[in-house]
């Protein structure tokens, strides 16, 4: 009897469940499904409005001073104070001492050349007198004018051959020349400054013996200054001598303006490029200072300009056209480091300015009211020397 009842009352429940299960499987079957709302992505854009691009030609390199003298000792002495101490970063005028060396023993012997060639002159006189009077007069005004603390000034020029004969057969000539030969080598031991510069090197101090062959120190002028910048050969018919070039430093906050002075013969078999020397003058410069030169080349006609991160597989970008993303083909033209000059672009055309994040050919999308200042590029763009793509 017992078992009967259990059996009925788990008979009960089974149905029970089994009728509640059914009833809940049905309500969820019948119940809609959600809707998910898709997401419209917001895309900035610009219309594209062709026309002439300046394509400037862009290349680096550092200044050297366009009049350098590098010193070097011809005689041998020790190294004397001056107006002015001879050390690195000292200014000199014109006609200022860079340095002297020591030169009193050879300056005695520069004396005594001279006294003995004086003594010359006064023992040729007489004869002279007696031979050729009509030359007297003027080798006697040489021989009164005669300072033995000077240069000698110019032989007097003689009148006849027989007079020049006379002259040379008393060895007067060569005496004169060995006299001027030791005056040269006496105005060696000062150095002058040949023009108003500032020392960029001093290798000897005072007191310092130098020799013969030793190197002393560097000369400068420091206003006016040569940049060696390396171009492609293929602007090299786009290169005139004269031309202006536009100059700053790599941070942009300085500016000068050059003039493109020499262009090299030959290019390099390697890089394929060119050197063109830009001369420039200023404030501010330093020798061995870093700058960026751009020079005009062409105005690019019916072309537009973007950024280089717009575009896609190299030869496309992003377009919008009814309110979805399409792949418009373009030719490159010219790269800057951040820009690139395309053609191809219909006027009009609404070209993404700002990468889109997982875009795709016919991806919907919305175009913002607004622009990014940053993504459209200026309409002019430098070129770099290794980036001209061909047509």
Request: net charge positive.
């Amino acid at each position: 009897m017992l078992r009967q009842i259990i059996g009925a009352v788990l008979g009960a429940l089974f149905i029970f469940g089994a009728v509640t299960l059914s009833s809940r499987w049905i309500a969820n079957k019948n119940k809609p499904k959600p809707v998910l709302n898709k997401v419209i992505k917001t895309v900035y854009v610009t219309e594209a409005k062709n026309g002439a691009v300046p394509i400037f030609i862009s290349a680096q390199g550092n200044l050297t001073a366009t009049r350098r003298i590098a010193l070097y000792a011809e005689v041998q002495g020790l190294l004397l104070s001056s107006s002015r101490p001879f050390k690195t970063g000292q200014y000199f005028q014109k006609g200022e001492y860079l340095m002297r060396l020591n030169s009193r023993e050879f300056y005695a012997d520069l004396k005594a050349q001279r006294s003995q060639f004086q003594d010359l002159l006064t023992t040729m006189m007489p004869d002279l007198r007696m031979d050729y009077p009509e030359a007297f007069v003027q080798w006697d005004k040489y021989l009164r004018a005669f300072d033995i603390d000077h240069n000698l000034p110019p032989l007097p020029k003689p009148a006849s051959d027989k007079e020049n004969y006379f002259i040379m057969g008393r060895n007067i000539v060569s005496t004169y020349y060995q006299v001027k030969n030791l005056e040269e080598r006496y105005a060696k031991y000062t150095i002058r400054a040949p023009f108003d510069g500032i020392l960029t090197s001093a290798m000897v101090t005072e007191g310092t013996l130098v020799r013969v062959g030793q190197q002393l120190g560097e000369f400068i002028d420091p206003s006016h200054y040569e940049l060696e910048v390396s171009v492609n050969s293929s602007y090299a018919n786009l290169l005139k001598i004269g031309k202006e070039v536009d100059l700053q430093d790599l941070e942009g906050r300085q500016k000068w303006v050059g003039t493109v002075k020499r262009i090299g013969g030959n290019i390099d078999l390697a890089s394929q490029t060119l050197k063109v020397y830009i001369h420039v003058k200023g404030t501010d410069l330093r020798e061995g200072m870093y700058l960026e030169a751009s020079l005009k080349a062409l105005d690019e006609q019916d072309a537009f300009t973007l950024n280089r991160k717009l575009l896609v597989g190299g030869n496309s970008v992003f377009v919008v056209k009814d309110n979805s993303l399409h792949l418009e083909e373009i030719e490159p033209v010219f790269f800057s480091s951040t820009d690139v000059v395309v053609k191809g672009l219909e006027n009009g055309t609404s070209v993404v300015t700002k990468p889109v994040p997982g875009a795709y050919e016919g991806m919907a999308v919305k175009i913002a009211e607004s622009t990014p200042e940053l993504e459209q590029s200026a309409t002019n763009t430098k070129i770099s020397k290794t980036t001209k793509h061909s047509k």
